[in-house]
């Protein structure tokens, strides 16, 4: 099982997934249009604008930039405190070139906002906040303080002061709604991804193990007669080596090491005695081989089949991978957060077959009900009387379990089996969570008369 900490990793160093590069490249395209919006200002609308600072203030940017292309190498990627006095020095050389040129008078202040989304998407939120009230704090400053915007006849430009005060408020909900959602966006495509990674590498863990199953498999029946000669002729040589002790006990020795080569390929190789019953099998064989793992873990498991009346043949199933990881994944939940007792019914009509899994536990929290299935990929710290204390609410396990079960074509319902709020007193045996999972019975059960396949002649 895939440790639910995965994605804490990769989210404690998302910061040098960003390249010096990148931000190099933003930076030249804000130089461009801050030298062609300074350059059409003063030439063709007549701003009186001091050019000798704000060309200064344009250069600090450049030589930044030239720094950077020069001295580190161009897959040099960005540190968590390097991307924020990156992003830090962008806007405190934007503010500067705004309070030259008319504070909020000035149209461009606006792009004091793409510093801080850019921090939401690659930052952690602490460095995002820290960012965005610095960002917000040099924006009320320049509503006071400023140069004002004149035309070179001598006329200052003026704005009333609602304007003014509109802009600012303007400014400070685009960095607080700009950066919440750039980052509410970025956290759950990277919770996403990281999510179907851990799905990927859980499917490939299921296939290895399927395949070795029936590599076993036929590494048994492929051994089972050199096994068999050997302890044939090491049970006559016993026989005949009656006087002779020393000799005796090397071939009682040899006879007992076949049998034992022949116990251990036979416990390995238990999955399926051939490709037909590897690939196939009962669907309660099925539901048992997966639960099988949680069966020794301090919890009883209870097993029951049903059918149709007229029908009391378990229907065969396919054993792909998916479908025995993901109903794993849904009995070793059920096996964590359960009492003491836990319920697996397989049922099956003419058109449809379901597993359902029920324990006597808590049940799912109500304010989640809604979200399971989706990877929280938030950590918490697990309360003092937790069931699974090395549980960290990211949701893996769940996640991976609907993914591969719905690539079978599976759908799956979570729901209590009793009001949460009720008295122990109260609930019945079956009143914790419940995981239904229903699948259109064409998509995993094979027609009868071909799931075994072929009967073919034993040759000599």
Not at 136 to 153: A, C, D, Q, V, W
Not at 183 to 188: A, L, P, Q, T
Not at 257 to 283: N, Y
Not at 377 to 397: C, F, I, T, V
């Amino acid at each position: 099982m895939l440790s639910p900490t995965l994605g804490l990793s990769a989210r404690d160093t998302r910061s040098d997934w960003i390249r010096l590069r990148t931000l190099i490249l933003l930076r030249w395209l804000a130089i461009g249009g801050q030298l062609l919006a300074i350059t059409l200002a003063h030439r063709r609308y007549g701003l009186d604008l001091p050019l000798g600072l704000c060309y200064l203030v344009v250069g600090a940017a450049i030589v930044a930039n030239l720094i950077a292309v020069f001295v580190f190498p161009e897959n040099k990627r960005l540190t968590e405190l390097e991307a924020l006095l990156t992003l830090l020095f962008d806007v405190a050389q934007l503010a500067l070139l705004l309070y030259l040129t008319g504070g909020l008078t000035n149209p461009f202040a606006l792009l004091v906002v793409a510093p801080v989304t850019i921090s939401a998407t690659i930052l952690t939120l602490r460095s995002t906040v820290l960012l965005g009230v610095t960002a917000i704090g040099l924006i009320t400053l320049l509503t006071f303080f400023h140069l004002p915007l004149r035309l070179r006849s001598g006329e200052v430009l003026m704005v009333p002061p609602l304007i003014e005060f509109g802009t600012w408020l303007a400014i400070v909900i685009g960095i607080g709604f700009l950066g919440i959602y750039s980052r509410r966006v970025s956290v759950e495509m990277r919770s996403m991804s990281e999510a179907l990674l851990a799905t990927q590498m859980a499917l490939a863990r299921e296939q290895k193990l399927t395949d070795l199953g029936g590599v076993v498999a036929a590494a048994a029946h492929e051994l089972g007669t050199p096994l068999a000669t050997i302890k044939l002729v090491s049970s006559e040589m016993i026989s005949e080596l009656g006087d002779r002790p020393e000799l005796r006990d090397d071939a009682e020795l040899i006879r007992s090491q076949a049998d034992r080569c022949r116990d251990i390929l036979r416990s390995m190789g238990r999955a399926g005695k051939d490709d037909s019953h590897l690939r196939h099998a009962p669907l309660g064989t099925v539901v048992r081989e997966a639960a099988e793992p949680h069966a020794a873990r301090g919890k009883a498991l209870h097993f029951q089949t049903r059918g149709p009346e007229d029908d009391g043949r378990q229907p065969l199933v396919r054993r792909a991978p998916e479908i025995i990881h993901g109903l794993r994944n849904l009995v070793q939940n059920a096996v964590d957060f359960a009492r003491g007792e836990v319920w697996v019914d397989a049922e099956w009509s003419e058109t449809e077959i379901t597993v359902r899994i029920a324990d006597d536990g808590d049940g799912f929290p109500p304010q989640v009900i809604g979200r399971i299935g989706d990877p929280f990929m938030r950590s918490r710290r697990p309360a003092p009387d937790s069931r699974r204390p090395e549980y960290e609410g990211m949701g893996l396990g769940l996640f991976i379990a609907k993914t591969l079960l719905e690539r079978t074509g599976a759908r799956l319902r979570f729901y209590n089996g009793a009001d949460p709020f009720l008295t122990a007193a109260e609930r019945h045996d079956r009143s914790g969570a419940v995981v239904e999972v229903v699948w259109p019975r064409a998509r995993i059960s094979p027609p009868r008369p071909e799931a075994l396949g072929e009967n073919r002649p034993i040759t000599s």
